[in-house]
């Protein structure tokens, strides 16, 4: 047993459902809700070491918008230069499928790869690259397809789920995630 004034839960909202007692302790409107496409989204990841970065200065998200599979780039070795060899640079790209309904991972993370190098031509060669993943299932990242995301709030009282779960209209992953901790930390304060 816990005992606070508030609970907050970023391990998702099907794993929140087992830790706060299961199924019984929620109204059937919320478990309903819950079953709807409840499956995690799959995520596509690349890492890769440069000669050169693919944007010079760059130490952002670049979120992309002309592409099916490809979401965003970063350089985090442009923050951190420690986190590549000397003279190289450390980027992560990261895709997602089109649909949830009948996927070919292995297509849409090829995809995800050729859309990279659509953007930067010519910039992948001699890219090494050191992941080349495919994340399902319960791995942190997209627990929820986008449009079937779960409200912060639960049927329990105070208690509360942020993460990619439950990430407000208009926003996934990561920038989501922050944003469901924002309700979360409002309502919170609006309580008190």
């Not at 985090?76 to 949830?100: F, K, M």
């Not at 986008?146 to 990619?164: Q, S, W």
């Not at 407000?168 to 309700?183: D, F």
């Amino acid at each position: 047993r816990i005992a606070a004034d508030f609970i907050i839960s970023n391990v998702g909202p099907d794993r929140t459902v087992e830790l706060a007692g299961g199924a019984s302790c929620f109204d059937e409107g919320y478990l309903q809700r819950l079953r709807t496409r409840s499956h995690a989204a799959p995520i596509i990841h690349y890492s890769f070491v440069t000669d050169a970065p693919l944007i010079e200065g760059f130490t952002g998200c670049l979120v992309f918008g002309n592409t099916s599979n490809l979401i965003y780039l970063e350089i985090p070795s442009l923050i951190s230069p420690a986190l590549a060899p000397p003279g190289r640079y450390l980027h992560t790209a990261y895709g997602a499928p089109c649909d949830s309904t009948g996927i070919n991972l292995d297509a849409e993370a090829e995809n995800t790869l050729r859309e990279l190098e659509q953007n930067f031509p010519g910039a992948m060669t001699g890219a090494r690259f050191l992941v080349r993943a495919r994340h399902r299932g319960q791995a942190p990242g997209m627990r929820r397809w986008p449009g079937y995301m779960m409200p912060v709030a639960t049927p329990i009282e105070n208690l509360f789920n942020v993460g990619d779960g439950c990430t407000p209209p208009g926003t996934i992953g990561t920038e989501g995630a922050a944003a469901s901790a924002r309700l979360v930390a409002e309502s919170i304060l609006a309580a008190r």
